[in-house]
């Protein structure tokens, strides 16, 4: 459980800094870190990119906050996060430092991720003279046409340390332009996201075969529960089609995994076709996708909040491509910029009639489906490589350290 520090020891942390910021070099490490949430092991994307930017870019550390690990509900304190996380990766140990407010940055050059994580460091960015780049991501305080997000985000934008925002979906790339955040040579593009793609294709499960080595047709749904019915997330939709599809087929079954369970929609008259898991830890999707045929993802922007909407594709479903399952789900924003619909995935709307007649349709035609699934999933390996997620990343910081140290 998180501990509250004795005066004693407050006092003997706060005289350690102060020699600290006068004692050491004010630009001893290239590449700085700083994070809310890392290095807590199930923030999966942020733990593959930041270990690649360790291995990759000489002298990196990250600093650590510890301060969302409260909103993730992590019981363990952040001395304690950051234990395992060297006991899984002992190679980094060492690299991750306490932050501090008070503590001097002390870094050519800064990196953070999503927009209520930089405009927090900003004004220890700044009195530092550090200049940084981060990721803006959709969520994370960031939202379209949202009077709070856009102060933070100008603030930010105004910096005279800002070098690169990092963006992967083209909605926010415009947003920033056309709303005169920035100038488009102050945006690098970077389309899909970051995952375990060589674990995940590497450590994959002989996937059963409706028909032939099962004997269900399996429907899942995998996200966080953060309103009522999960109407931004379409748990809403899946259950109307569900509904539908009980009614035409016999062995079809639906699976539930995040924050949802039957008291949130009643699906009493489905209850022998319904199996909800609560929400789980990365290991246990592996074998549990294996199973699925489809993911239904009919998630719906601007539901959570006036400008709140999902990055494209969605972590989950990226996830499951990715296990070779069949991917459904929706783009009202047209954010895809590589997949082939009916192809490599097959992109929906939120009526559940055109969904249980999409779905049947495959249903009756598996071998389709298996197609789908197959070439989803080579495409999503595609598009979340190293080389097409990371090599452009450190290509950037690589660039703006040689320039910062030529200067």
């Not at 700083?34 to 999966?44: A, S, V, W």
């Amino acid at each position: 459980m998180h501990a509250t520090l004795s005066l004693p020891t407050r006092i003997l942390n706060y005289l350690k800094i102060k020699v600290e910021n006068y004692t050491r070099p004010n630009k001893e490490f290239d590449l700085i870190i700083i994070d809310d949430l890392f290095p807590y092991l199930m923030t999966i994307f942020r733990v593959v990119e930041f270990n690649y930017y360790l291995e990759h870019i000489p002298n990196t550390v990250v600093y650590a906050s510890g301060t969302a690990l409260k909103f993730v509900k992590v019981d363990d304190s952040l001395p304690e996060v950051v234990s395992k996380y060297e006991e899984t990766y002992p190679q980094h140990r060492g690299k991750v430092l306490k932050f501090d407010s008070r503590r001097k940055l002390r870094g050519k050059l800064a990196y953070t991720v999503f927009l209520h994580n930089t405009f927090t460091f900003l004004p220890m960015l700044e009195r530092d003279s550090i200049p940084f780049v981060f990721t803006l991501y959709a969520g994370g305080t960031f939202e379209l046409d949202n009077e709070r997000s856009d102060m933070q985000l100008r603030k930010i934008c105004a910096s005279k340390m800002l070098r690169k925002i990092i963006v992967k979906e083209k909605v926010i790339r415009d947003y920033l332009i056309n709303r005169q955040f920035c100038p488009a040579d102050k945006i690098e593009f970077i389309f899909g996201g970051i995952m375990e793609v060589e674990r995940l294709t590497k450590s994959a499960i002989p996937r059963p075969l409706y028909g032939h080595t099962k004997s269900t047709f399996d429907i899942c749904f995998v996200g966080f529960k953060y309103m009522p019915r999960g109407s931004d997330k379409g748990y809403d939709t899946f259950v109307d089609t569900a509904r539908l599809l009980c009614a035409r087929h016999s062995d079809v079954r639906f699976h539930v995994v995040g924050g949802f369970s039957s008291d949130d929609i009643d699906v009493s008259d489905m209850a022998d076709r319904f199996t909800f898991y609560g929400p789980r830890t990365i290991d246990f999707f592996l074998e549990f996708y294996a199973r699925m045929d489809v993911l239904l993802s009919p998630n719906i922007p601007y539901t959570l909040g006036k400008g709140a909407f999902d990055g494209f594709p969605l972590g989950t479903v990226a996830d499951a491509a990715l296990s070779g399952v069949a991917i459904f789900c929706t783009d009202y924003l047209h954010e895809n910029q590589a997949f082939v619909p009916g192809k490599d995935i097959e992109i929906i709307n939120n009526d559940p009639q055109h969904l249980a007649d999409t779905l049947t349709d495959y249903y009756e035609k598996y071998d389709r489906l298996i197609e789908l699934g197959r070439n989803g999933r080579m495409k999503f390996a595609e598009v979340f490589s190293v080389e097409k997620q990371m090599m452009p990343r450190v290509a950037l910081l690589n660039k703006l350290l040689k320039e910062i140290t030529a200067a």
